[in-house]
């Protein structure tokens, strides 16, 4: 089987090897005067993962990196600025060239951050390669404020959910969910895929519009999704070139 490199494109300058990203989370903690446990207790991700993550033991995922950067009040650009940049507040145009992005990568993907220059963006854009191939349990859940997107650019990808639902997307499809609910990628197809994702910040229209009655948001739009033996898939409907497959997708 053969596998892409995440970064196999990518000027290995742009790489955010564990032990650099370790070095940054633990000098920002230094610089406010807060201990390990002050940290966990802010966060809400363990002093265990913490440290290892500090000593460049361990590579986070989303929900860890995104919890620990809000308690430390750093942006996505400042933890994912490549080496020797620093992260200035938006202010206009920001272009990230082909492959010129920071990598870190993950426990189950490798992220390629884009337009890290620029801090205090609404949005946090990726390019990612999704190498996990497996659930392998309840701690690969994701779970995070705001809302998020993806589009498969290539390969194709199952979207598993805390609530048992999960979705299957190939090439051209896209997909956006509450990031609150707890969700995990995998690769289904024989080469990685990859999907190119937007995360945003919850803000406060974000948490007005969640508030209102269900029978005021509207109608559930179908979506596509291939039900695999032995799950529970959120369903829609729509012709594939190959074989039609329902699914509807439940709120």
């Known amino acids: 089987m053969k596998e892409t490199n995440a970064s196999a494109h990518v000027d290995p300058s742009r790489t955010l090897d564990r032990e650099t990203f370790g070095k940054r989370l633990r000098g920002a903690r230094k610089a406010l005067g807060w201990t390990l446990a002050h940290l966990a207790e802010l966060s809400g991700v363990s002093i265990t993962t913490i440290s290892r993550a500090e000593r460049g033991q361990l590579a986070l995922g989303y929900d860890n990196f995104a919890a620990i950067g809000k308690a430390l009040q750093m942006d996505m650009g400042e933890m994912f600025a490549g080496a020797g940049e620093t992260a200035a507040p938006f202010q206009g145009p920001i272009v990230t060239r082909a492959n010129q992005g920071v990598v870190y990568t993950g426990q189950s993907i490798a992220y390629e951050f884009l337009c890290t220059e620029a801090?205090?963006?609404q949005m946090s854009p990726t390019v990612a390669t999704v190498h996990a191939r497996?659930?392998?349990?309840?701690?690969?859940?994701?779970?995070?404020?705001?809302?998020?997107?993806?589009?498969?650019?290539?390969?194709?990808?199952?979207?598993?959910?805390?609530?048992?639902?999960?979705?299957?997307?190939?090439?051209?499809?896209?997909?956006?969910?509450?990031?609150r609910l707890g969700h995990a990628y995998i690769s289904v197809s024989r080469q990685l895929a990859r999907t190119i994702g937007v995360t945003t910040s919850e803000s406060q229209q974000m948490r007005s519009a969640q508030a209102l009655p269900a029978a005021a948001s509207g109608k559930v739009k179908e979506r596509t999704a291939v039900a695999a033996p032995g799950a529970k898939a959120v369903s829609g409907k729509r012709a594939g070139t190959a074989a039609k497959r329902a699914v509807k997708i439940k709120r």
Do not use: C
């Open 119 to 121: 801090a205090g963006k």
């Open 134 to 179: 497996h659930i392998t349990g309840p701690e690969v859940f994701a779970s995070h404020p705001g809302e998020e997107f993806i589009y498969v650019l290539s390969g194709e990808v199952e979207v598993h959910f805390a609530n048992g639902e999960f979705v299957r997307m190939a090439r051209g499809d896209s997909l956006y969910f509450d990031a």
